[in-house]
């Protein structure tokens, strides 16, 4: 068996994940249904939630200490699910530790900047700890396929892109940023700001910006929308021979498809278009991914830190247009 710890036990770690339902959001309910791994400690400077996540999971141990416990288990995976400005304290200390993980499983954003960046690359080659950041979109299986299509160029050029998103440019825009980034294998550059206001996270603003594609120039419009009212997170891509939104969380595709009518215009028409996709979710998948490295060295290029360099340099570029 595998074992694995968690540190950090709030909502993405699996506390308020429904063990009841059949999707896996979380990190507790993916190390749960695995065969593969036993999750032997919840870790929290709050020792009421890990204590009440290891009982909801069935983890034997829970600590306020995650040096400790990792020298205590030896785990080969570590879970990182704190608060976003945590994340390079927390990895820097484990990489430094005598008894190191094999991976470190990292919730994003990774880090703060590009010197965190490029110490935390740095250190987990030396010390080799591979981290894996939960970019969940590289994860998911419908991302992965209609990334090959685009690639075929199967809807023709991209033409223009409008993407939404809440709760802050660091903490859900790196979201939109790494999907665009995944999907077109172009990176973005910044023309205008068009809007900034709060977030429910201190010092991360929500950024509208009017961007384009380095190279294929096609114009992308990236808008936030106040979870107060409700969560958003989509994207509408425009492309010469069709037209497709990823909504709910990319959880549901519309299509439209080109056509020219009897008066010789060019319209689009709604069809149904079913992509071939696995029925677990993407942390499922991100889990399997990792097992599958630690147990037959499947490759996790295109998963580790190393591979969203470009998503954090775009997304401290946006952050230079409010300073």
Request: negative net charge.
């Amino acid at each position: 068996m595998i074992n694995a710890i968690i540190i950090g036990c709030g909502k993405i770690s699996g506390l308020y994940d429904d063990v009841q339902d059949s999707y896996v959001y979380s990190h507790a309910k993916a190390y749960s249904k695995n065969k593969d791994i036993n999750l032997v400690c919840c870790c929290d400077l709050n020792m009421d939630n890990a204590k009440i996540l290891a009982t909801k999971y069935e983890v034997p141990n829970t600590s306020s200490n995650f040096s400790e416990s990792i020298e205590l288990y030896r785990p080969e995976i570590v879970s990182i699910c704190t608060p976003d400005k945590t994340h390079y304290t927390i990895v820097m200390s484990i990489l430094e530790l005598e008894i190191k993980p094999r991976i470190v499983f990292l919730e994003k954003p990774a880090c703060q900047n590009e010197d965190e960046l490029n110490k935390l690359i740095e250190l987990s080659k030396q010390k080799n700890v591979t981290i894996v950041v939960n970019h969940s979109r590289r994860f998911d299986s419908l991302h992965q396929v209609l990334k090959s299509k685009i690639a075929n160029n199967e809807f023709g050029k991209l033409i223009k892109t409008d993407a939404v998103y809440y709760s802050g440019w660091q903490h859900n825009g790196v979201h939109i940023v790494d999907t665009l980034n995944f999907l077109f294998d172009d990176s973005l550059e910044f023309e205008q700001l068009l809007n900034r206001d709060k977030s429910p996270y201190s010092g991360d603003f929500n950024l509208d910006f009017k961007c384009k594609f380095r190279d294929s120039k096609s114009l992308v419009y990236i808008t936030t929308m106040n979870e107060n009212y409700y969560q958003l997170f989509e994207f509408d891509f425009k492309f010469e021979k069709a037209r497709i939104r990823l909504e709910d969380f990319g959880q549901r595709i519309s299509y439209e498809r080109k056509t020219i009518n009897n008066m010789n215009e060019n319209i689009l028409i709604k069809e149904d278009y079913i992509l071939d996709t696995a029925i677990e979710s993407p942390m499922e998948s991100a889990i399997d991914n990792i097992v599958e490295n630690l147990k037959y060295k499947k490759s996790l290029d295109g998963y580790r830190l190393e591979n969203i360099s470009q998503t954090m340099q775009t997304i401290w570029e946006g952050m230079k247009w409010i300073k």
